[in-house]
T-cell receptor
Framework: NAGVTQTPKFRVLKTGQSMTLLCAQD?????MYWYRQDPGMGLRLIHY???????AKGEVPDGYNVSRLKKQNFLLGLESAAPSQTSVYFC?????????FGEGSRLTVL | AQSVTQPDIHITVSEGASLELRCNYS??????LFWYVQSPGQGLQLLLK??????LVQGIKGFEAEFKRSQSSFNLRKPSVHWSDAAEYFC??????????FGKGTSLLVTP
């Protein structure tokens, strides 16, 4: 049972480039989330989804877009990367409140 | 808005000593509270959770936490720390939507 899988695990971008992070879960969870983790800041919610075809903004949504075309997948996109988006990104899914996390994707924007 | 505060950024404990990590929450109703642990380079793993009922909650790896409404606290404890417990610990509260709000974390260092 894979749980929550994130790809890629590492990526280096130049300012202005675009990219997509993919999150896949095999637990049939309705809710999925994207958080970013920065030193001393804890985890901050970027966007979340309460079901297939739905998305909503979290605490720090600017500069990101998301899509949930299939229940098991939640994509996080950066259209024009900025150095301030250098971070570790975590995807999570849930059914009853407890979140299950992926192992993270480390993104560096030069 | 629902929030949590972890007053200690870093804590150092000797192996075999007891541990208490503090967490204070801000929430009007009965909160759903969680403690997660993150080892270096890893994702977050749930240690324990409180939804209702018994205010002393047992978790994995020998951890427990006590919900105290009068103090708005949900402190994590372990009677005897092992070197493998060195990690980052996060307290979280379920917000009025569908997500968790996390504290900024406490980094635990275990010395021989």
């Amino acid at each position: 049972n894979a749980g929550v899988t994130q790809t890629p695990k590492f990526r280096v971008l130049k300012t202005g480039q675009s990219m997509t992070l993919l999150c896949a879960q095999d637990m049939n969870h309705e809710y999925m989330y994207w958080y970013r983790q920065d030193p001393g800041m804890g985890l901050r919610l970027i966007h979340y989804s309460v079901g297939e075809g739905t998305t909503a903004k979290g605490e720090v949504p600017d500069g990101y877009n998301v899509s949930r075309l299939k229940k098991q997948n939640f994509l996080l996109g950066l259209e024009s990367a900025a150095p301030s988006q250098t971070s570790v990104y975590f995807c999570a899914s849930s059914f009853t409140g407890e979140l299950f996390f992926g192992e993270g994707s480390r993104l560096t924007v030069l | 808005a629902q929030s949590v505060t972890q007053p200690d950024i870093h804590i150092t404990v000797s192996e075999g000593a007891s541990l208490e990590l503090r967490c204070n929450y801000s929430y009007g109703a009965t909160p759903y509270l969680f403690w997660y642990v993150q080892s270096p380079g890893q994702g977050l793993q749930l240690l324990l959770k409180y939804f209702s009922g018994d205010t002393l909650v047992q978790g994995i790896k020998g951890f427990e936490a006590e919900f105290k409404r009068s103090q708005s606290s949900f402190n994590l404890r372990k009677p005897s720390v092992h070197w493998s417990d060195a990690a980052e610990y996060f307290c979280a509260v379920k917000n009025s939507g569908y997500a968790l709000n996390f504290g900024k974390g406490t980094s635990l260092l275990v010395t021989p």
